[in-house]
């Protein structure tokens, strides 16, 4: 049995995650801002650095796997985007750099972030504000937006899930990620019933844009089964899984995008595919 880290542990997709991986008999270190085995705040430095250092403790330096569901929806207030960033964005990949030795430490450890589908539904998210969160400058993204108002913390939020799934294909590959035999993926899931999504359909304009979004197969995705997927991704069945972001949607990313993906390597991108491919993968 393992032991295993949870952020976003006190609601949703993470607190069912955590009571599977529970009920399997695994040892849960659950974070949350509100209860939890590590109470801390996520979108502080300070708070990062609470929660990583209280999962080491919780830990004894070793750790199975870790599940980075916390996160914050699109909403009003003042401070949404910074709230955003900080959280889905760093609350993601701060907490992971720290936690990274004690995930080298287990045998074939597997983390599980979850992303969303609104890395590739939502159109036209800026690029700078891609790249300010890659480069980790909070404000810088948060400045990028500021012209769009309201409007604004739907796209701060698909750009905090396009940067962590990008981070995440970026790292899951290098020496110190599958090289130290820790195998980062990501699920994105679309509309899931959970206290966050039923936020938005209180509020009568996200409430609306959630309703009329097409869903292919219909209705909303169940967390109970979202939890189920993360507790396979994170089973012995996923060794071979690594930079993955598994979609679970109801088909409304194939709706939208049919033809995006997959998609051969197109010629100008040659050099670089050939270069890398001559290269190998270099662990050390
Ligand atoms: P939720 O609101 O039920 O749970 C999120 C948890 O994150 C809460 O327990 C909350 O307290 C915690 N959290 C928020 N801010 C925090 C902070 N500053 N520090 C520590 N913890 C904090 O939401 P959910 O729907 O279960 O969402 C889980 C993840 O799935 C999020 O990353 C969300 O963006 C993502 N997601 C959700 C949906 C959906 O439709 N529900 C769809 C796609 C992606």
């Given amino acids: 049995m393992g032991t295993y880290a949870v952020t976003g542990s006190a609601s949703g997709m993470g607190l069912q995650a955590a009571e599977r991986l529970r009920e399997l008999g695994h040892t849960v270190v659950g974070v949350d801002v509100t209860s939890g085995d590590v109470v801390a705040d996520l979108s502080t430095p300070q708070g990062r650095r609470a929660a990583a250092d209280g999962v080491l403790a919780a830990c004894g330096g070793v750790l199975d796997g870790a599940v980075l569901a916390a996160g914050l929806g699109p909403g009003s207030g003042a401070d949404r985007n910074r709230l955003i960033a900080e959280v889905n964005f760093l609350g993601v990949v701060e907490l992971l750099d720290a936690l990274r030795p004690a995930l080298a430490a287990a045998d074939r450890a597997k983390v599980v972030v979850i992303a969303s589908n609104s890395t590739t539904t939502v159109p036209v998210v800026p690029?700078?504000?891609?790249?300010?969160?890659?480069?980790?400058?909070?404000?810088?993204?948060?400045?990028?937006?500021?012209?769009?108002?309201?409007?604004?913390?739907?796209?701060?939020?698909?750009?905090?899930?396009?940067?962590?799934?990008?981070?995440?294909?970026?790292?899951?590959?290098?020496?110190?990620?599958?090289?130290?035999?820790?195998?980062?993926?990501?699920?994105?899931?679309?509309?899931?019933?959970?206290?966050?999504?039923?936020?938005?359909?209180?509020?009568?304009?996200?409430?609306r844009?959630?309703?009329?979004?097409?869903?292919?197969?219909?209705?909303?995705?169940?967390?109970?089964?979202?939890?189920?997927?993360?507790?396979?991704?994170?089973?012995?069945?996923?060794?071979?899984?690594?930079?993955s972001v598994v979609f679970v949607d109801g088909g409304s990313d194939a709706f939208f995008r049919p033809r995006d993906w997959p998609k051969s390597v197109p010629v100008r991108r040659l050099p670089q595919y050939l270069w890398r491919f001559a290269r190998g993968v270099r662990h050390g």
């Fill in 127 to 207: 690029r700078r504000t891609i790249r300010a969160l890659l480069a980790r400058d909070t404000d810088k993204a948060v400045r990028s937006l500021r012209l769009l108002g309201r409007n604004g913390s739907a796209i701060m939020y698909a750009a905090s899930k396009i940067a962590v799934s990008r981070w995440l294909r970026i790292n899951a590959v290098t020496a110190a990620w599958a090289g130290a035999g820790i195998r980062l993926n990501a699920l994105a899931p679309g509309a899931i019933l959970t206290p966050l999504l039923e936020a938005q359909l209180a509020d009568p304009r996200e409430g």
């Fill in 209 to 243: 844009a959630v309703r009329s979004f097409p869903v292919p197969i219909g209705g909303y995705g169940d967390a109970g089964h979202l939890a189920d997927w993360i507790c396979f991704m994170l089973s012995d069945s996923a060794d071979f899984l690594c930079g």
